[in-house]
């Protein structure tokens, strides 16, 4: 056999194989082998690719809404306003007037209140108020060493010079002198507790130095205009020594006499005309007049 003849028979008898190669994967219900490979890598390379879109995009979404909230913050974050610095030389303008700093300087320290506690604030709840010696109403209780004060003339009930009065002597007003180097000083000395009109206390107006009453003349009733002097004590006897308080505000009082039906202790002039040494009298009670007296 010639060389050419063999060469020809190894050509078809690879030819003949690969025919059959074929044949076989194709037949029915078979795919070839590469093909399955080449599909199955198509479709990872699918998912991978979706799989890194989709995170792209995720990531993409995050950034953007982080960019949003940013922003709308810085939108919503309000402006501080400027401070306002005042010259001490600037004049004040009508319209706006700069903002006062409430802030603490370091060396002011806040004020602090002791706490009481204890048996010491029990005995400080129970501590009485203190209460004026002097009548605060028409019921109270005697009195000495008392200046009574004509509220009008500012002036005080007094007796003539500086030592005793005289037995029906007068019971005047002067310049107040609240020592005992005067004799401006009295005693209002309550004789008969609730025996006056509603119920008030009856008291005597008694010289703290010449232990002298306020006295009306006789023991009969006294008129107005009647003269106010000064006699021995005699309370509870029917004598025209008896007074009573007649409170009109707070600390200032009519000074009735009782005889005489509530006459007022008076100074004599109209309307407080009367100066030092006027002589005190009785006189129908008025508001507007010199009937209003205080203690002190």
Known sequence: MSEQTESERKRRQRVSLANAFDRRAWQRGEQ??????????GVA??????????????????????????????LS????????????TASKSPTASPSRSRTRSPQQKPATTP????????????????????????KFSTTTNVLIRNVMTGLCADVPGYGNGKLDGPVEQYNC????????????????????????????????????????????????TA???????????????????????DGQF???????????????????SGGPAAKLTLYPCTIEGDHLWSFS
């Open 177 to 224: 002198d609240g020592t005992k180097n005067d004799n401006q000083l009295w005693d209002l000395v309550v004789n008969q507790k609730g025996a006056g009109p509603n119920g008030v206390d009856l008291f005597t107006i008694r010289n703290s130095k010449d232990g002298l009453c306020m006295d009306l003349p006789d023991y009969g009733r006294p008129v107005k």
């Open 45 to 74: 390379l699918i998912v991978a690719a979706t799989a890194v879109f989709a995170v792209g995009a995720l990531i993409s979404y995050q950034k953007g809404k982080n960019e949003e909230r940013k922003n709308n913050t810085t």
């Open 32 to 41: 070839p082998k590469v093909h399955t490979r080449i599909l199955a890598g």
């Open 254 to 272: 009519w000074i009735r006499n009782h005889s005489s039906g509530g006459l007022c202790l008076d100074v004599a002039g109209v309307k407080g």
């Open 227 to 249: 003269q106010v002097t000064e006699w021995h004590c005699n309370p509870g006897s029917g004598d025209n020594q008896m007074w009573y308080l007649d409170k009109k505000k």
């Open 77 to 88: 974050r309000p402006v501080p306003s400027p401070t306002v610095t005042v010259s001490p």
């Open 115 to 138: 706490r009481t506690t204890g048996s010491a604030a029990k005995a400080k709840a129970a501590k009485p108020a203190a209460t004026s010696r002097f009548p605060t109403g028409p």
